[in-house]
């Protein structure tokens, strides 16, 4: 069965410091991977997309790496900001099951605290 | 730019009554759609996608149903709402099959 964990689920930090959020996946063949911010009530925003090709994709204080063989991916948040308080959903799209089905981790909570 | 727009908001039914959840794309042409729905404490579940006009497949059997009815629309619905229909209801869009997918807003839904 593939699936998708992220650990921790709930993290709390004080605001500056640097981060990281995990997401491991069961199965390597995958199209790409995409990781996601959801504010409470709220939808779910894109923040970064890797394929499978690639190692790792930038933008601004977020830093995604992607290790496909051993099935593993982290989130790399910078000099973190109060405004950075949501919960972060990694979702893998795999290769084989239901085409163009997202799976998805059940999340990790993060509050930076002042 | 692409912009995907998802109404209502919130929504409170009566269990028995019919639903009617939309979503519209606009800025792209023959999106790939989905139904996400999200449960309290749990992770998203694909519901429906869909990746053409008229074309729908369900990843789940439920009391819910999808259409699309233009390239650009897709719906949500139930002839009989029931109390496990509950949740947050997200739709989404992507252009190809392994591209970035893009969500809404989401509608939250309560039966009661």
């Known amino acids: 069965k593939q699936e998708v964990t992220q650990i921790p689920a709930a993290l709390s930090v004080p605001e500056g410091e640097n981060l990281v959020l995990n997401c491991s996946f069961t199965?390597?063949?995958?199209?790409?991977l995409q990781w996601f911010r959801q504010d409470p009530g709220k939808g779910l925003t894109s923040l970064l997309l890797?394929?499978?090709?690639?190692r790792e994709q930038t933008s601004g204080r977020l830093n995604a790496s992607l290790d496909k063989s051993s099935g593993r991916s982290t989130l790399y948040i910078a000099a973190s900001q109060p405004g950075d308080s949501a919960t972060y959903l990694c979702?893998?799209?795999?290769?084989?099951?239901?085409?163009?089905?997202?799976?998805f981790g059940t999340g990790t909570r993060l509050q930076v605290t002042l | 730019s692409q912009t995907i727009h998802q109404w209502p908001a919130t929504l409170v039914q009566p269990v028995g009554s019919p639903l009617s959840l939309e979503c519209t794309v606009e800025?792209?042409?023959?999106?790939?759609l989905y139904w996400y729905r999200q449960a309290a404490g749990r992770g998203l579940q694909l519901l429906f996608y869909?990746?053409?006009?008229?074309?729908i497949s369900s990843e789940v059997p439920q009391n819910l149903s999808a259409s699309r009815p233009q390239d650009r629309q897709f719906i949500l619905s139930s002839k009989k709402l029931l109390l496990s229909d509950s949740g947050f209801y997200l739709c989404?869009?992507?252009?190809?099959?392994?591209?970035?997918?893009?969500f809404g807003q989401g509608t939250r839904l309560t039966v009661v």
């Open positions: 989404a869009w992507r252009e190809g099959a392994a591209t970035e997918a893009f």
């Open positions: 199965d390597s063949a995958i199209y790409n």
């Open positions: 890797i394929q499978s090709s690639q």
């Open positions: 979702a893998v799209l795999f290769t084989t099951g239901t085409a163009s089905k997202l799976t």
């Open positions: 800025g792209t042409s023959n999106p790939n």
């Open positions: 869909s990746v053409g006009i008229g074309q």
